[in-house]
C-alpha cells in the first residue's frame, strides 16, 4: 500500500486546515486513522473511520473541531480542522490497517496500523 499525504502548512490559530492522504490498494478495505507527533513529544491518537465511513471516533483533544472522512471512490482520506490552537502543531500522519475485528478502544493504538504515510506539517501560530 502506498500512502500519499498533502495539506498542512502554516495557519493562525483559530484557523481551519485540511490534509489528505491518498492510498493505492483496496481503499475500502482498510480502516483508517490519523495520528500528530509534536516535537518531543509521543504520537498521539487523533482520529479514526471505519471501513464503510459509517463511524468515526476521536479524541477528546480534537472532538467538535476535526471531522475524519474517507473517499472511497478516489480512494482518499481527509481531516478536516478547524478552530485551530498552537496546541495541534505537529506532524499528522494517516495510518491503514485491513484488521476486521476492532474493539472499541482499539482505533487509538497506533501499533494496530500497518500502513502509515510519510507524514505532513500543520504548524499553528499563535
Given at each position: 500500500?502506498?500512502?500519499?499525504?498533502?495539506?498542512g502548512?502554516?495557519?493562525q490559530?483559530?484557523?481551519?486546515?485540511?490534509?489528505?492522504?491518498?492510498?493505492?490498494?483496496?481503499?475500502?478495505?482498510?480502516?483508517?486513522?490519523?495520528?500528530?507527533?509534536?516535537?518531543?513529544?509521543?504520537r498521539e491518537f487523533v482520529?479514526?473511520i471505519?471501513?464503510?465511513?459509517?463511524?468515526?471516533?476521536?479524541?477528546?483533544?480534537?472532538?467538535?473541531?476535526?471531522?475524519?472522512?474517507?473517499?472511497?471512490?478516489?480512494?482518499?482520506?481527509?481531516?478536516?480542522?478547524n478552530?485551530l490552537?498552537?496546541?495541534?502543531?505537529?506532524?499528522?500522519?494517516?495510518?491503514?490497517?485491513?484488521?476486521?475485528?476492532?474493539?472499541?478502544?482499539?482505533?487509538?493504538?497506533?501499533?494496530f496500523?500497518?500502513y502509515?504515510g510519510?507524514?505532513?506539517?500543520?504548524?499553528?501560530?499563535?
Amino acid at each position: 500500500v502506498q500512502l500519499q499525504a498533502s495539506g498542512g502548512g502554516l495557519v493562525q490559530a483559530g484557523g481551519s486546515v485540511r490534509v489528505s492522504c491518498a492510498a493505492s490498494g483496496t481503499f475500502n478495505a482498510y480502516t483508517i486513522a490519523w495520528f500528530r507527533q509534536a516535537p518531543g513529544k509521543e504520537r498521539e491518537f487523533v482520529a479514526a473511520i471505519t471501513r464503510n465511513g459509517g463511524t468515526t471516533y476521536y479524541a477528546a483533544s480534537v472532538k467538535g473541531r476535526f471531522t475524519v472522512s474517507r473517499d472511497n471512490v478516489k480512494q482518499t482520506t481527509y481531516l478536516q480542522m478547524n478552530s485551530l490552537e498552537p496546541e495541534d502543531t505537529a506532524v499528522y500522519y494517516c495510518a491503514l490497517d485491513r484488521r476486521q475485528s476492532w474493539g472499541m478502544n482499539d482505533y487509538s493504538v497506533a501499533s494496530f496500523y500497518t500502513y502509515w504515510g510519510q507524514g505532513t506539517q500543520v504548524t499553528v501560530s499563535s
